[in-house]
């Protein structure tokens, strides 16, 4: 197991790297590959930047002109895109002007200032040399996942193969509009894609027939074991604590499912629902089916559904969206509950991910449901307008008594499925439907004339299941894998073909014909009655009607479709209009280089239990990536499979357990966790089955309190989950020791790493003491945040925990170990890993390291220049904060009436996205600036704060009244400010164009008033309506 040892070599990725520089090199007539040069590419890390007297050294590259002047010939013709200089925003004149507005002489004395000493690193992370510049990066990566073969997939398992329609790839997918949003917690800035939302919710009801549905988890497999959980939580989960699978679930969501019972008190029980007796299980709470099953077969499950309900349990179905458009909807034979995978609406497979998975029950489960739902209300207006709802439902604002520690969504590829059946239409989705199940038919007719007998000859939509004999299963798969045919065995008889909308009639010969050649079946006895038509068996043909609703059969031509696209992306504020200083968010540039390779079809069409020969290049980035991230991290193994932040915490304390098992210690079930924690903290670990204890750190962590504490639990301690720096935005000095306690008394330290992005080489979690942590990629190495998904959470783990690592029962990654798996797919979401490895790749060790530097630059800049306006809290000894910073509102809201929630809208007014609110400090923002903006948008951004506080103290001072000011009314709409009547005691100027520059770089209009959220909770509509 390569991961599971100290940073391994990845030799085909540094061959390749040596290939990029002497392709640079033969570019340029006179230039030569120095022995730095070829040192560096061979080992594909850069230890430091070259110094100016070490390029003087290399003779070979200097020349003379004219007699006089020299040349450095390897800086001239080195590439000219160096990405450092694009992704930092300040220049060096910025920085210095910055250093003297924080009181610092230097970048190198402010992070002296704010890191302590002891948790200092001066080794240089072990990155790739980012000399190669962009282009070469790229170059590089081609020469990577070109190593991948994109053979004709007929695997099925949940993973198809779909037409991704070029107008929302274009529009959606790689427009910045929509990727760089951040979750829509600003409603009124974030009406598009609350709107494109409630279209999801909204298609996801009407396939399934159920009365709500959440906008998208993570994957099939998680879902299904959401589902697991939440019907645990709507019985009595102690008396009713089994959970029935049928055998015939895909196998990647019972190996997901089997991770989470285990470790909440689940009995998971897998059995076949045709002979079990249901009644006789009187510790059953629920049980789940497939629709169609793994092996393709529809399946009427009316009398489990029945025998369920009998017996007080509840019944899941996970269910294939492409069939449901053509079948009977679960809602009609009982289905409580319905998941499945939205992916083959218009969303590429991505070596198993991301793509949307869906949730759909009853409205009376709201409140039970996880994830985030999408809901109308009205603007003070009176207007329409859109929201989350039901927030305080969610699992990371229930902490402790949260069951799920679901706490995001994956909004852009939910988004992009919407926008699919939007885009086709209910017509178009019928045709495809029905000539997907043509295509079966097809191939289920013309091997029947083989005499290949089929597992049913009717009762499927997209998969034929046949018999194989006389060939084995795994060797007619393997015969056909060597024609780039990609078949599934199911078991020691069968195998199956699954067909999708992107295979043609021509592929249903070849597979044909490559059967014949196997000698599959008996020659001359074929006979089959299957008809090829296109049509459900009456007994599961969809009847009712479904997505009637205008939005779902309006749009015809493209040009409406991009423009519908283009409204509703007018409607909200992304980084391609300005600044999103979100504390704890890192909202920093996704760059266009990072994002490219994604639309690559060597990463987008790769089915994720393609056979191994076909990936070989996807398991050479993702492997290198673990090791890029194993030297961030200072750790020794890597998983990338978790899915989010909150995934990575779970698959981190899980690991946890599983090492204190091993060693005997399994009884070690505390986790302390301190007050300021991200809500997912204690989530996560209720969710591991662990027993949480508060300790206060409102002031830092008191050292006696805390010791006493993993002193009174020496036999029981599991875990403590610490972040740092410290939510509270600054860098403990004593972190080092708060380590060492838990250690002393048998304990494990995650460090959730939310706050990564300021350690950079600089600091690392192995050097402060921690076992464990999480990485948000979405985050700190630059996966866009989509407006709310998708992220990626791996995990990397000191050496003793390596052999626990997550692992998968399809395919077992390298860094796979007795975990089960905490995702549906090998290595989670796959198809973005590309952005930080790009990142990493394009930055090197220099650019990774100044990216913390400038990060935490930014913020203390910020900083001193608002400190005069607004009470800082929570900064180090030397008044100096980490990455981002907390302006506490308390005055304000004693002095004036003005609360947080006031200024976040009126920062809507200047053009601004407001800071995270009340969190980790009541009444508070925390501010984020990132590495990514230069100083002339922190100065926007500070001067809109000023003026809003120069705001505040004319309400102070009495000039406005208290309840009609610009921050009480914010924010102002352009349908206000041009109406006719004006009432309010400041004028339209005021109101609108607080700012100079609002005139010059265009104004920003949100799209709806100050929305009710207290209406929008207690008037649930969450769908459109017919």
């Known amino acids: 197991m390569l991961s599971r040892m100290a940073p391994r070599d990845v030799p085909a990725v540094r061959v390749a790297a040596v290939g990029v520089l002497r392709s640079m090199a033969a570019s340029h007539h006179r230039v030569q590959l120095t022995p730095q040069m070829m040192g560096h590419a061979i080992r594909l890390k850069a230890t430091a930047a070259p110094s100016a007297a070490s390029i003087g050294h290399r003779s070979e590259t200097i020349k003379e ?9 390897g800086e001239l013709l080195a590439p000219s895109d160096p990405f450092i200089n694009r992704h930092l925003g300040p220049s060096p004149a910025d920085v210095d002007a910055m250093c003297k507005v924080i009181g610092a002489k230097d970048l190198d004395e402010l992070i002296s ?16 040399d980012a000399r190669m510049g962009e282009a070469g990066a790229l170059t590089l990566l081609k020469s990577i996942v070109s190593k991948n073969v994109v053979a004709k997939n007929f695997i099925g398992m949940g993973y198809h193969g779909t037409h991704v329609p070029g107008v929302v790839g ?36 009407e396939l399934t027939g159920m009365e709500i549905a959440n906008a998208s988890l993570l994957d099939e497999g998680t879902a299904a074991a959401e589902a697991m959980a939440m019907v645990a939580r709507t019985v009595n989960s102690k008396a009713k604590n089994q959970f029935f699978a049928s055998a015939d679930v895909h196998p990647q969501s019972l190996d997901v499912m089997r991770t989470r019972a285990h470790n909440f008190g689940m009995e998971l029980v897998v059995g076949d629902h045709r002979t079990t007796d249901f009644s006789s299980m009187t510790k059953l709470c629920g049980a789940l089916v497939q629709y169609p099953d793994t092996t393709g077969l529809f399946q009427d499950f009316s009398g489990v559904a029945s025998a369920l309900h009998k017996n007080g349990a509840h019944l899941v179905v996970a269910a294939d969206p492409l069939a449901l458009v053509a079948a009977k909807p679960p809602s009609e034979f009982g289905a409580d509950i319905v998941v499945g995978s939205m992916q083959r609406f218009g969303v590429p497979m991505w070596f198993g991910g991301p793509s949307a998975a869906y ?26 307008a859109y929201r989350l709802t039901l927030q305080t439902r969610e699992q990371h604002i229930r902490l402790e008594k949260a069951t799920s520690n679901v706490c995001t969504a994956q909004v852009l590829l939910a988004n992009m499925a919407g926008m699919y059946a939007v885009f086709h239409r209910k017509d178009g989705l019928q045709r495809i439907a029905k000539r997907v199940h043509g295509l079966a038919q097809l191939f289920a007719k ?28 795994a060797a007619l798969v393997e015969a056909l894998q060597a024609k780039q045919l990609n078949c599934r065995a199911i078991n020691d008889t069968h195998v199956t073909v699954s067909f999708d909308e992107t295979h043609l009639e021509s592929d249903v010969k070849e597979l044909v014909a490559a059967l014949q050649t196997a000698g599959v079946g008996k020659a001359g006895a074929g006979n089959t009655t299957v008809e090829v038509d296109g049509e459900l068996p009456a007994a599961f043909a969809r009847t009712s009607p479904f997505l009637e609703q205008k939005i779902f059969n309006s749009i015809r031509s493209e040009t409406e479709m991009m423009r519908y696209i283009h409204t509703l992306q007018l409607k909200d504020l992304a980084l391609d209009k300005s600044m999103i200083s979100l504390g704890s968010c890192t909202m920093k540039l996704n760059s266009v280089s990072s994002l490219a390779p994604c639309s690559w079809p060597e990463i987008a069409n790769i089915h994720p239990f393609a056979p191994a020969s076909n990936t070989k290049g996807y398991v050479e980035m993702l492997e290198s990536l673990e090791q890029y991230l194993v030297s961030c991290t200072g750790f020794a193994a890597c998983s990338l499979q978790p899915t989010s932040g909150a995934s990575g915490e779970y698959a981190g304390l899980l690991v946890i357990r599983e090492y204190l098992k091993s060693i005997g210690q399994g009884q070690r079930n505390v986790c302390i966790i301190p007050r300021s924690a991200h809500g997912t903290n204690p989530a996560s670990a209720a969710m591991c089955g662990m027993t949480i204890k508060w300790i206060d750190d409102a002031k830092g962590m008191d050292l006696e309190e805390f010791k006493a504490m993993c002193e009174e639990h020496n036999d029981t301690l599991a875990a ?11 860098f403990e000095d004593n972190i080092q020791q708060i380590c060492q306690i838990v250690h002393d008394n048998g304990g494990q330290v995650y460090m959730d790493g939310a706050n990564m992005n300021a350690q950079l080489g600089l600091t690392s979690p192995e050097m402060i003491g921690s076992d464990v942590c999480h990485l948000n990629l979405h985050k700190t190495f630059s996966i ?11 995990i990397c783990v000191r050496a003793h925990l390596a052999p626990h690592l997550p692992n998968h029962n399809i395919v077992s990654p390298s860094s796979g170990g007795t975990l089960g798996a905490v995702s549906a797919a090998p290595w989670g979401q796959a198809g973005i890993a590309c952005i930080p490895w790009m990142f990493c790749t394009m930055l090197g060790p220099k650019g990774v390291t100044d990216s913390a530097r400038y990060a935490i630059l930014n913020a203390n800049y910020l900083k001193a220049r608002l400190e005069p306006h607004y009470q800082i809290i929570a900064t180090n000894a030397n008044n100096k904060c980490s990455h981002e910073f907390i302006i506490d509102c308390s005055d304000l809201r004693r002095k004036a009436g003005i609360v947080e929630e006031d200024i976040a809208k ?24 990132t590495e990514s903006e230069d100083k002339a948008e922190l100065d926007r951004f500070c001067d809109a704060m000023i003026s809003i506080r120069e705001e505040i103290k004319k309400i102070e001072q009495g000039v406005w009244p208290p309840e009609d000011n610009p921050l009480k009314m914010a924010p102002h709409t352009q349908s206000e400010v041009c109406a006719t009547e004006w009432t309010h005691p400041y004028s339209r100027e005021e109101a609108a164009f607080p700012a100079p520059w609002l005139l010059k770089r265009g104004k920003f209009w949100p799209s709806t008033g100050r929305v009710d959220n207290a209406l929008g909770d207690k008037k649930l509509k969450l769908r459109h309506e017919h």
């Open 784 to 794: 866009p945040h989509g407006g709310g998904g998708p992220g990626l959470g791996p």
């Open 113 to 128: 200032l704010t890191i302590p000493d002891r948790v200092r690193t001066n080794i240089p992370l072990d990155l790739p």
């Open 906 to 929: 009126r920062l809507q007014d200047y053009g601004f996205h407001a800071p995270s609110m009340s969190w980790p400090v009541p009444h508070s923002l925390m501010v984020e600036p």
């Open 170 to 205: 274009r529009n959606l997918l790689e427009n910045p509009g929509w990727y760089t949003a951040y979750t829509p917690y600003q409603a009124e800035i974030s009406q598009g894609r609350l709107e494109s939302l409630v279209n999801y919710q909204t298609l996801v009801c």
């Open 720 to 730: 403590l989950m610490v972040t740092y720096p410290s939510t509270r935005a600054f």
């Open 446 to 473: 013309e091997i029947g004339m083989l005499g290949i007998p089929l597992l049913t000859a009717t009762d499927f939509f997209d998969t034929v299941a046949f018999a194989s004999a006389p060939a084995k299963p």
């Open 65 to 73: 002109v004219h007699g006089s002047e020299k040349v450095n010939m």
């Open 359 to 384: 949730m759909a029950t009853s409205k009376k489960q709201v409140r039970r449901m996880p994830g985030r739902i999408i809901g109308e209300s009205i603007d003070r207006h009176g207007n329409p």
